[in-house]
């Protein structure tokens, strides 16, 4: 029973990355408001259905959705080296993002795309600020404040919203600097 379990989970995935591979080897050569889902799941060789199965929207076929996300975010905070400030602590995980994304010449053609695609970068931001509440709550508990603190809040808020107006500048690590030294002395003036 464990095997066909297996087995099948590894179908699934196997059909998902399939799919996501597909999508967007054609989203990079013709655009993506170029592209329809049905051209998609014939490419990958599955229904139109069972494309919608493992992807809501067409905005998702791009995305890795990571679940663990959310995850991610407490434990950047939870889990921080001694000495390291919450603030330096979430500015490693948007780095890693945003560097990557501008020095590895692999990610070039992907950039483009959501340089040229308004509707991925709006489902992108969408991605990263649906984790506010949490990252908020992460922080709050971090600093012994009350959860619904709208200052957890709000550090939460600008710390997953910097992605994208740091990718937009002209030099990325520069802006990911100033955001974050901007951040940090703010952050500090209350966590003491």
Do not use: N
């Not at 998609?40 to 992807?55: E, G, P």
């Not at 948007?94 to 990557?100: K, L, Q, T």
């Not at 010449?105 to 992907?110: K, W």
């Amino acid at each position: 029973m464990q095997e066909t379990a297996g087995r099948r989970e590894r179908k699934k995935a196997a059909t998902r990355q399939a799919l996501a591979d597909a999508a967007l080897r054609l989203f990079l050569d013709r655009g993506f408001d170029a592209v329809g889902v049905r051209e998609i799941a014939d490419a990958a060789d599955v229904a139109t259905t069972t494309l919608f199965k493992y992807f809501p929207t067409k905005e998702s076929l791009v995305f890795d959705e990571d679940a663990g996300r959310a995850e991610a975010l407490a434990a950047a905070v939870r889990d921080r080296a001694p000495g390291t400030s919450v603030v330096d602590a979430l500015r490693a995980l948007v780095e890693h993002d945003v560097v990557r994304r501008h020095t590895d010449p692999d990610m070039a053609g992907f950039r483009r795309l959501l340089d040229e695609t308004p509707a991925l970068r709006d489902y992108r931001r969408g991605m990263w600020l649906r984790h506010e509440a949490s990252l908020a709550a992460a922080v709050a508990a971090d600093a012994g404040l009350p959860p619904d603190d709208p200052r957890c809040a709000a550090l939460a808020h600008f710390v997953l919203d910097s992605p994208d107006f740091i990718s937009a500048a002209p030099d990325p690590v520069r802006a990911l600097d100033g955001v974050f030294a901007l951040l940090d002395r703010g952050w500090s003036t209350l966590a003491g």
